[in-house]
């Protein structure tokens, strides 16, 4: 067979199978194009998964007239010019091989407008074919339009999978990519309704809450650390927002969305100590890293890079996370506190990017109104005083196994808290709190082994139920069988409850299973499965412990064992503390016996 040289329309098809597979990876060249011409507003529009049409526009610098046809030239690009601009590249794209990739396989429609043009020009592209180029009123910016994706390759178009799947490919992409943004506003249209409004405010907390909503957004802890190799910032959600797949972990290097198993198992590592087996954690996390560790060039589609320092950043990466975890889901530490200092402390905002060593306290969970109310007490987090030590001695001492024979259960007050002296310590420990969490661990952890098991009532509960309620319960009907609630239509609007999970025998009374289906709030459609069947298991494992009880000494005792047997003891489901303590010397302060 003889040698030949391929003409350069072979050429471009082959290179387009390398960057364009289907219509997402189109949607993520072009909105990294939009980014890199410094967009602040940027629609995406699709119909039919994007395989019909994707319509992209933007704010941003536009192309001149004479680059147009030059832009949609293999290796074409306005972003490098050697192999020196290479090694230090802000910008997200550098190969030149979008445009002309996305052309050779799609009919292509630009419109685009510099600021200091007076018109702006429309260009027509199909297969690499040239069909169009006119001047034409436009704004300010760039419109892509593709149409038929590989309309001239059938072969490759019956690799695509259905609509709805691939605009799911598309939306988690539009997501990644607007949570690593949050200085552009980004709108994501699907068959014609708006899926993904991003405000563009800068803050990114905001970009969360439009993105996941308000469950997500609440519980997270923000995250922030910097030297001089690397600066980490964003947010690390609580245990109770982690899923069984690795979907929610969201993390970037210098703004670029990419894939990383170092940065993964590094985050995975530092949750270890709060997250049950096969549950992964919900992260939004900036890695800003000097350019000169980073190798971009890796891969035209597989979102991976290269950093040289990986060995150094591992561990920061695991204690960045471990720390920020750590001040929100430890024993809580009951300081009687000077009014003044108190309302001080809350006053205090976070810098940007503070070091590690000298990092603020966030008080989130005290609100300047109630912390003025009498009594003063100030429920401050337990920190790492001066070094990591000090702090594992003071939560995993009282917790270990040589620890719990020593601990002295003085006994019960208020019919609510139960009293343990250890050591110099006192530990109060909320028996409510406590038997949620027991519960709720025991429920997961069944769940999690497939191992649920249901108590038949021996007379059905009827549940009488407005409309609005009863569309609730009917919806999330499999998310309440899935842990062991037999819940069956009656008659109209009415249901019978015929068994409840075995852990919460307490449940058997319609009041409590109305308190469960009373905290359903419209919040909880915009929830993921999974996180609605955990949301009820908590909500159930609240609604079960009822009122305040007197137990025993033993049963109590059974209780600690059980609390401190759990993967994290210091929060109830709802995130509220288990435990708190406060030191010998902290009385005798009080008394005055020490100064
Ligand atoms: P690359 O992004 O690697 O430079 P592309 O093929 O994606 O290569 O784009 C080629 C060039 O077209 C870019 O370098 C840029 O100059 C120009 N371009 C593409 N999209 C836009 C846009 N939305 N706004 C302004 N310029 C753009
Ligand atoms: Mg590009």
């Given at each position: 067979?003889?040698?030949?040289?391929?003409?350069?329309?072979?050429?471009n098809?082959?290179?387009?199978?390398?960057?364009?597979?289907?219509?997402?990876?189109?949607?993520k060249?072009?909105?990294?194009?939009?980014i890199?011409?410094?967009?602040?507003?940027?629609?995406?529009?699709?119909?039919d998964?994007g395989?019909s049409l994707?319509?992209?526009?933007d704010?941003?610098?536009?192309i001149?007239?004479?680059d147009i046809k030059?832009?949609?030239e293999r290796?074409?690009?306005?972003?490098?010019?050697?192999?020196?601009?290479?090694a230090s590249?802000s910008s997200?794209?550098?190969?030149g091989?979008a445009?002309?990739?996305?052309a050779?396989?799609c009919?292509v429609e630009l419109i685009?407008?510099?600021?200091?043009?007076?018109?702006?020009?429309?260009?027509?592209i199909?297969?690499?074919e040239?069909?169009?180029f006119?001047?034409?009123?436009?704004?300010d910016?760039?419109?892509?339009?593709?149409?038929?994706?590989?309309?001239?390759?059938p072969?490759?178009?019956?690799f695509?999978?259905t609509?709805s799947t691939?605009?799911?490919y598309?939306s988690e992409?539009?997501e990644?990519?607007?949570?690593?943004h949050?200085?552009?506003?980004?709108t994501?249209?699907?068959n014609?309704?708006?899926?993904?409004?991003?405000?563009?405010?800068?803050n990114l907390?905001?970009?969360i809450?439009?993105?996941?909503?308000?469950e997500?957004t609440?519980?997270?802890?923000?995250?922030?650390?910097k030297?001089?190799n690397?600066?980490?910032?964003?947010?690390?959600?609580?245990a109770?927002i982690?899923?069984?797949?690795r979907?929610n972990?969201n993390?970037?290097?210098?703004?670029?969305?990419?894939?990383?198993?170092?940065?993964s198992k590094?985050i995975?590592?530092?949750?270890?100590f709060?997250l049950?087996?096969?549950k992964y954690?919900?992260?939004?996390?900036?890695?800003n890293?000097?350019?000169k560790?980073?190798?971009?060039?890796?891969?035209p589609?597989?979102m991976?890079?290269r950093f040289?320092?990986?060995?150094?950043?591992?561990p920061?990466?695991v204690?960045?996370?471990?720390?920020a975890?750590?001040?929100?889901?430890?024993?809580?530490?009951?300081?009687?506190?000077?009014?003044?200092q108190?309302?001080?402390?809350?006053d205090?905002?976070?810098?940007?990017?503070?070091?590690?060593?000298?990092k603020?306290?966030v008080?989130?969970e005290?609100?300047?109104?109630k912390?003025?109310n009498?009594p003063?007490?100030?429920y401050e987090n337990?920190?790492p005083?001066?070094?990591?030590?000090v702090h594992?001695q003071?939560?995993y001492?009282f917790?270990?196994?040589e620890?719990r024979?020593?601990?002295?259960?003085?006994?019960?007050?208020f019919?609510?808290?139960?009293?343990v002296e250890y050591?110099d310590?006192?530990?109060?420990?909320?028996q409510?709190?406590?038997h949620?969490k027991?519960?709720?661990?025991r429920?997961m952890k069944?769940?999690?082994?497939?191992?649920?098991?249901?108590?038949?009532?021996t007379?059905?509960?009827?549940?009488n139920l407005?409309?609005k309620?009863?569309?609730?319960v009917?919806?999330?009907?499999?998310?309440?069988n899935?842990i062991?609630f037999?819940?069956?239509?009656f008659?109209?609007?009415?249901f019978?409850?015929?068994?409840?999970?075995?852990?919460?025998?307490t449940?058997d009374?319609e009041d409590?299973l109305?308190?469960i289906?009373?905290s359903f709030?419209?919040e909880i459609g915009?929830?993921?499965?999974?996180i609605?069947?955990e949301?009820?298991?908590?909500?159930?494992?609240?609604?079960?412990i009822?009122?305040?009880?007197?137990?025993s000494?033993?049963e109590?005792d059974?209780?600690?064992?059980?609390?401190?047997?759990c993967?994290?003891?210091?929060?109830?489901?709802?995130?509220r503390?288990?435990i708190?303590?406060?030191?010998?010397?902290e009385?005798e302060?009080?008394?005055k016996?020490?100064?």
């Open positions: 067979m003889s040698i030949i040289k391929l003409d350069q329309n072979t050429i098809h082959i290179a387009a199978g390398e960057v364009i597979d289907r219509p997402s990876s189109i949607v060249e072009l909105v990294e194009n939009s890199d011409a410094n967009a602040t507003n940027i629609s995406v529009e699709i119909k998964g395989i994707i319509r992209i526009t704010n941003g610098d536009g001149e007239e004479g030059l832009a949609f290796h074409s690009t306005s972003k490098i010019k050697d192999t020196v601009d290479l590249i997200l794209g550098f190969r091989e445009l002309s990739s996305i050779a396989v009919q685009t407008k510099t600021k200091d043009a007076m018109t702006g020009y429309r260009y027509r199909e297969g690499d040239e069909k169009a006119e001047e034409i009123g436009a704004p910016g760039t419109t892509f339009i593709v149409r038929n994706i590989f309309f001239n390759t072969a490759r178009r019956k695509l999978k609509a691939e605009s799911g598309i992409i539009i990644k990519i607007a949570l690593s949050p200085e552009i506003s980004f994501f249209i699907n014609g309704k708006t899926r993904i409004y991003t405000p563009g405010n800068c907390k905001d970009t809450y439009s993105i996941y909503g308000k997500i609440d519980n997270l802890v923000e995250v922030n650390y030297d001089e690397i600066e980490i910032s964003g947010f690390a959600g609580k109770i982690s899923k069984g797949n979907s972990e993390y970037f290097i210098n703004g670029r969305y990419i894939k990383s198993e170092i940065i590094a995975e590592e530092g949750y270890k709060i049950m087996q096969h954690p919900f992260t939004v996390i900036n890695f890293i000097d350019n560790y980073i190798d971009v060039n890796v891969h589609s597989k991976e890079l040289c320092n990986a060995p150094e950043i591992y920061v990466i204690e960045t996370v471990k720390d975890l750590t001040e929100k889901e430890n024993i809580i530490d009951a300081k009687i506190d000077d009014e003044k108190v309302e001080k402390k809350i205090r905002k976070p810098e940007p990017f503070e070091t590690k060593r000298n603020v306290e008080k989130e005290i609100k300047p109104e912390v003025s009498k003063k007490v100030n337990i920190k005083k001066k070094d990591e030590e594992e003071m939560t001492d917790l270990s196994e620890a024979p020593k601990h002295k259960i003085i006994g019960q007050v019919e609510t808290y139960w009293i050591e310590e006192m530990f109060i420990i909320d409510h709190a406590a949620e027991v519960n709720f661990e429920l069944r769940f999690e082994n497939n191992d649920i098991s249901s108590q038949t009532l007379q059905p509960i009827i549940l407005s409309m309620d009863a569309n609730i009917e919806q999330y009907l499999d998310n309440f899935e062991g037999v819940i069956e239509p008659q109209g609007t009415d019978a409850v015929r068994a409840v999970p075995s852990e919460l025998y449940l009374s409590v109305m308190d289906i009373d709030t419209a915009s929830m993921v499965p999974n609605i069947t949301k009820i298991m908590s909500m159930s494992c609240k609604a079960a009822k009122g305040n009880t007197k137990i000494f033993a109590a059974a209780l600690i064992d059980e609390l401190l047997s993967e994290n003891p210091y929060n109830c489901p709802h995130g503390p288990t708190i303590k406060m030191s010998k010397e009385l302060k009080k008394f016996r020490i100064v």
